[in-house]
């Protein structure tokens, strides 16, 4: 527990701080790689060149520090972290590390204006967030656990099946190698990965887009020409092969509403809108599906959609847009997911749950139309396909 001198430091040092966070974050993770090399397998370390993955550390540090008294606040700042920690089996000894690491970096970053007394404070305030967060990770690691069909930590898969959904999407389906059931998930929810490559651990997360209950999990993979992970799926994965897999976790799931569904993706962010729609449209909800992609050859599970479409018959709408089509048919669907568009298939009964996924710079756009739309915040979900950010 914080004492009042030490909030008394932090908040006197906060705006340092923060103007340097990144600064701090960038020399942070260099600082722990060089030390302890065997963490490197937990990240992605293409959103280490980016830049996404220090970004995202210094908004976190930062957000604890403004709102760790905002029980709203900090349940929006904490469940995507535990989430993405849990599916990289993150456990409590590795805080110690971090920090180490994270507090040799403010010093380095700062200099001599980290006395004794900041070094305290702000060492006492990110063992405050990291207690916080262990403890809502061993809730969440108990709770994949004792589910039926749950586990804890990496278990062993099968490669069942894979299936070229497009020119550069494949689907993978697992089963478990013990033959025993697997735990259920909730739509929208994503599956962590870990894979052997050349001798080295890479842990990733790849949304299901199999359905809640059934029993094999899919996933449903683009690959990425920097992509170490997913060439390796591609391009060395066979049927047969053996990958442990992660329990599935994630935040970006149904409401509970019984309002129309508004699902809008881009490229590969289609994936975790499959089992959304298929959950909507089981709940008898209207669902308005708007897809955008490059053109038809990486149009991923056009097919099914509209077989979908065939199905479900008026309950659900399914659109797509081409930016850059090839084809005289593709012409007929040249455009994009602008105001106007959205416009044209935003449900009128009622404010619809609109869920989207796809580029970051897609996904401000279509959260600033919806805005303009009327869609409050309440009614807009979206999710990073990698560490969390900001889309404004």
């Not at 010093?107 to 006395?115: K, P």
């Not at 108990?142 to 804890?152: D, I, K, N, V």
């Not at 303009?372 to 969390?388: M, N, Q």
Request: proline share 6%; charged share 25%; glycine share 6%.
């Amino acid at each position: 527990m914080l004492n009042q001198k030490q909030l008394d430091v932090i908040n006197a040092t906060a705006p340092v701080v923060a103007e340097n966070a990144e600064t701090i974050a960038m020399t942070f993770y260099p600082l722990m790689f060089e030390r302890y090399p065997h963490v490197r397998s937990m990240f992605n370390m293409r959103h280490q060149q980016t830049g996404e993955q220090p970004r995202a550390l210094a908004r976190s540090v930062v957000a604890y520090a403004l709102n760790r008294h905002d029980p709203e606040a900090l349940e929006r700042l904490m469940t995507p972290i535990v989430n993405k920690h849990v599916a990289i089996n993150l456990q409590p000894d590795q805080y110690a590390i971090v920090a180490e690491c994270l507090m040799a970096a403010i010093g380095e970053v700062l200099g001599d204006a980290v006395t004794p007394e900041i070094f305290e404070a702000w060492s006492g305030l990110y063992w405050e967030f990291a207690d916080r967060l262990i403890a809502a990770e061993e809730h969440t690691y108990q709770e994949l656990e004792s589910a039926p069909g749950g586990w804890r930590g990496e278990r062993d898969f099968t490669l069942v099946d894979r299936v070229p959904e497009s020119e550069e999407i494949v689907s993978f389906y697992f089963k478990p190698l013990d033959n025993q059931p697997v735990r259920t998930f909730q739509a929208g929810q994503y599956l962590g990965v870990s894979l052997d490559i050349d001798g080295e651990q890479a842990l990733r997360q790849y949304s299901l887009t199999s359905s809640p209950g059934d029993d094999v999990y899919r996933i449903s993979v683009k690959r990425e020409g920097q992509g170490r992970a997913s060439r390796h799926l591609h391009d060395h994965v066979k049927v047969g092969d053996h990958v442990k897999l992660l329990a599935p976790v994630g935040e970006m799931v149904l409401d509970d509403r019984d309002a129309p569904v508004m699902l809008i993706s881009g490229g590969v962010g289609q994936t975790p809108m499959l089992s959304l729609m298929a959950q909507a449209l089981e709940a008898g909800r209207q669902v308005v599906y708007l897809h955008a992609a490059r053109n038809a050859r990486v149009h991923a599970f056009h097919e099914h959609l509209k077989a979908m479409t065939e199905q479900y018959g008026t309950l659900l709408t399914y659109r797509y847009v081409y930016s850059h089509p090839e084809t005289p048919e593709d012409e007929r669907h040249k455009g994009i997911l602008d105001r106007a568009l959205l416009a044209d298939y935003l449900p009128r009964d009622a404010t619809p749950s609109c869920y989207f996924t796809g580029p970051t710079g897609f996904m401000r756009d279509i959260d600033t139309e919806l805005a303009a739309l009327g869609v409050d915040t309440p009614y807009r979900y979206f999710e990073y396909f990698g560490p969390s950010g900001q889309l404004h």
